[in-house]
């Protein structure tokens, strides 16, 4: 497959080729033979969808809020289409419950009874052949209309829907739009099966720039169009011009090329430098680019970062601003792409294992992994089984009766696993549980059950355990220091986090964490280009931890608004010689070196002239371009609430 296929003619067949799909009846007998072997429901059953309770109602939208904000946009949209034409709109999530609805005054009671309102449950598995649960389950647009559904009770209805997906291809949700009753001709939905189809694109589109904030943004749209509608294909670059995301249209073509390309340059006629060259010299227009392969052109929208006005990822499109993993948001694809699986075991009972480095974050995520799930009001609780005397474990772990042993407690007392049931017990550095010991935990993850020391009957615990090690237990397993059947029951869920020097996105964490202990103290400190080389090339075997002592250090000792190596602690500082002074003489070598502080200060000194300030700082005017790119400085007039600019 050639770069052309990424063109935008061949996304309009495959846009194409998804309408044919919505019409395919092969999906539709599929959906039936669920209906009926599967979930084995009764066609004539009365009972129309479940609805949710206010109290649960209440508890996913306040879940799913995020998804929800900044699928809005699109939800209005699509009902302002289609409302006169006596349309609902709903929004559902990955389990198909509805979780926003706009309806019309008029039809309102009819809505009702057909089972169209906020709560309503519209999964495969509960109603058959219907839009939202055939769409999550062929995860494709699709329309059913009338009879096509599998109840008798929804025969009158017709119902478009389409899916929408994450930026790693998570199912977020669906969107729907239903009448009560409308032709029988089913070719008379075509247009609102497309807009729907196209609002959905919206709102992913919306969610993929959402969790791409910190990241420079491109969109690529046909001559004429405009940011009205936001359709077009997405890309997010890194502070050296590669793609580090491409929205899943575009991804699905960039994956079947024989060579991806790295940078913007290997795609378009056009590198970081010139976009943000554009940028400035043109604000307010779009670039036209020309794709290297086809030669077709785009008109090429830019945004810029905005790393620390970043929000929560969005990804499943979860909740409140603080969704428990807000403050470890990363830019680093490894890192994001872990956080958004986590999230989808956040609420299951599978155990999840963190392996690192020390100080690269295991506890953290921990502590995030329980904010985000449904047990966030239950006790957390940590044990850490390389801290406490091996003997003592196994009491702190399942607690022990009244006279259990000599010096035990009057009343006996209950251990981490009871003290953490209804919540989530953190077992760090697990490698160092007794293998004695690692038999009872068996227990406890495969049965539910913990038996107190001393105990004569087991008592029942609901618990999610996280653990954490440093070490490799495949190979403890092999050297017979780690039971291979406890690996198996934990490693089905494991997640490695990066040591700090790996991370692509350690500016970002400097720059995060510098702002966070500069607060601390009510200042704003920056980082002058040495201090950052530096941190930048530092080998960090303490990880986040030790950034964070290391700047809290510097803070400390910093009286001005700049942070210099003199503020370092002495193992930085000691990190690379000093150059010698240059020669009497000898020319002055380029400067590539100046901060984002340094080249902000240029800029505002000129009034954003750029060859002016590039001189002041002894730089050629690309260089300069390139830091502003690295650094991710937008001309001020561009740089707005961080929504695109051209
Ligand atoms: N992504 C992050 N952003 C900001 N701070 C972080 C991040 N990850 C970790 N930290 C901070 O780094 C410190 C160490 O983190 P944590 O205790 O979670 O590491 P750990 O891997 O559990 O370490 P250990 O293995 O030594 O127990 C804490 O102060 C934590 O708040």
Known sequence: M???????????????????????PTKLEDSWRRSVEQHRLDPGRPARPR?????????LREREESFLR?????????????????????????GGRTIDFRGQGSLEQEYRGRGFRLGACWSEEEEGTCGVGTAIVERTPILVHKQEHFLALNERITCSAAPIFGPDDELLGVLNASAVSSPDERRSQSLVYRLVAQNAALIENAVFAEA??????????????????????????DGDGRIVHAARRLRRHLARLSQPPGGIGDLLDADAESLLRHAHEHPGVPMQVRCHATGGFFQLHLRAPSVTRARATVGRGRPREDDGFSALTSADPGVAASIERIKRLADSRVPILLNGETGAGKEAFARAIHRYSKRRDKPFVALNCAAIPESLIESELFGYREGAFTGARNKGCPGKVQLASGGTLFLDEIGDMPLALQTRLLRVLAEGEVMA????????????????????LESMVAQGLFREDLLYRLNAAT???????????????????????????????????EVEQRLRAYHWPGNVRELRNVLRFA???CDGATLTLAHLPESLQALHPAAPPPLPGAAVPQRDTAGKAEILDALQRTGWHISAAA???????????????RYGIAPPAEEGDGSAYS
Request: charged share 25%; net charge negative; glycine share 6%.
């Open 70 to 94: 900044i699928a809005q946009a699109g939800v209005n949209r699509l009902h302002e289409q289609v409302r006169d034409s006596g349309y609902c709109v709903l929004l559902t999530d990955a």
């Open 51 to 59: 609805i949710l309770t206010a109290d649960e109602c209440r508890h």
């Open 555 to 557: 803070v400390a000792v």
């Open 2 to 24: 050639s770069i052309a296929a990424m063109t935008l003619e061949a996304l309009s067949r495959e846009a194409a080729q998804e309408g044919a799909d919505a019409l395919s």
């Open 212 to 237: 791409c904030r910190g990241n420079w943004l491109v969109r690529l749209c046909p001559a004429g169009d405009d940011w009205g509608v936001d359709e077009g294909l997405y890309l997010a670059l």
């Open 615 to 629: 001189r002041q700082l002894g730089m050629s005017r690309s260089t300069f371009y390139r830091r502003m790119w």
């Open 495 to 529: 997640f490695r986090l990066p040591p700090l020097r790996e991370r692509a996105d350690i500016d970002a964490l400097i720059a995060r964490i510098l702002e966070e202990e500069a607060e601390q103290c009510g200042r704003r400190i920056a980082l002058s280009a």
């Open 453 to 472: 020391l001393g105990a004569s009957e087991p008592e029942r615990v609901d618990l999610h355990v996280v653990c954490a090690t440093h070490r490799n």
